[in-house]
């Protein structure tokens, strides 16, 4: 990773992937915030449990507000389709990740996009909403539609990663019965109305509707106060680590270079496939 990103531009990047890869966890209880818990964690990051979505910080997601009934729409669409099922790919699956007892067998997703990497086969059945995504320089690590039926919730747990944020936009939601902790705050979703809240502090939702089922759109982005070199050189471990072998590195290592952007290559000597990798090669837990 130093030979493409030098070390002074990735250093935050490996200090964090050596904390994954033994197994550590930063916590952080912040007065007045909340607990923090997180084992994927970037030094020096803002700790922050709800972000100001109209602070000229967000300009996208503030587009995503203002164009929320063309996504709603398409949804709607969709769900009429009674063969969405076999069309799409994976519709509506349960959490699959280590925590997905906190989640609940009822909460549900349809993913776009996962670790960068855009899902082809159902970007194709929402295509406006996907476009609007594009367009709006969505810096988008994760977007999907997540459905909460009535009168369920997500048990307080953390997402374990400070340097990636997590946007909400209510679509079909029942106002005033659904809500969001995170830390110290709670928060209701509204229709057409964005939340950003940083998952890494303990967090639940519930929907406590007795009839009508919460979606929303959710985008998971890298933190704002994280360089551009940083975002490129995270992404590129996603790459590595979907296929630590010699081979799928230096697959990976070209597809990193070819997202640089032009004169930001660096050019050192030839450097051995997982130099500067330190513990990528036995791969993240």
Not at 134 to 145: L, W
């Amino acid at each position: 990773m130093y030979s493409l990103y030098g070390k002074y531009n990735c250093q935050r990047i490996v200090d964090s992937l050596e904390l994954n890869l033994s197994q550590g966890e930063v916590v952080n209880y912040i007065e007045g915030k909340g607990e923090q818990r997180a084992s994927s964690f970037l030094e020096g990051l803002r700790a922050i449990p709800y972000h100001d979505v109209h602070n000229g910080q967000f300009p996208w997601l503030e587009k995503l507000e203002t164009e929320y009934l063309q996504i709603r729409n398409e949804l709607n669409e969709a769900l009429e389709n009674p063969d969405l099922s076999s069309i799409g790919n994976s519709i509506w699956v349960p959490a699959a990740r280590d925590d997905a007892i906190a989640y609940g067998p009822s909460w549900r997703t349809l993913v776009l996009q996962d670790r960068c990497q855009w899902e082809e086969t159902n970007t194709k059945l929402f295509p406006a909403t996907t476009r609007l995504l594009r367009d709006a320089a969505c810096p988008s690590v994760e977007v999907f539609f997540a459905r909460q039926p009535p009168k369920t919730g997500i048990k307080p747990h953390t997402d374990n990663t400070n340097f990636i944020l997590t946007a909400h936009v209510g679509l079909d939601v029942p106002e005033d019965l659904s809500w969001m902790q995170v830390g110290d705050f709670k928060k209701y979703w509204k229709n057409g109305e964005a939340l950003v809240a940083d998952t890494s502090f303990i967090h639940s939702t519930a929907n406590e509707s007795e009839t009508d089922d919460r979606y929303v759109l959710i985008v998971r982005f890298w933190h704002p106060d994280m360089s551009e070199v940083e975002r490129q050189a995270m992404h590129f471990l996603f790459d590595a680590l979907d296929d630590p072998t010699k081979s799928g590195i230096l697959v990976a290592e070209r597809q990193a270079k070819s997202r640089m952007p032009p004169g930001g290559r660096r050019r050192n000597k030839k450097a051995s496939v997982g130099d500067g990798l330190g513990l990528l090669s036995k791969g993240m837990r």
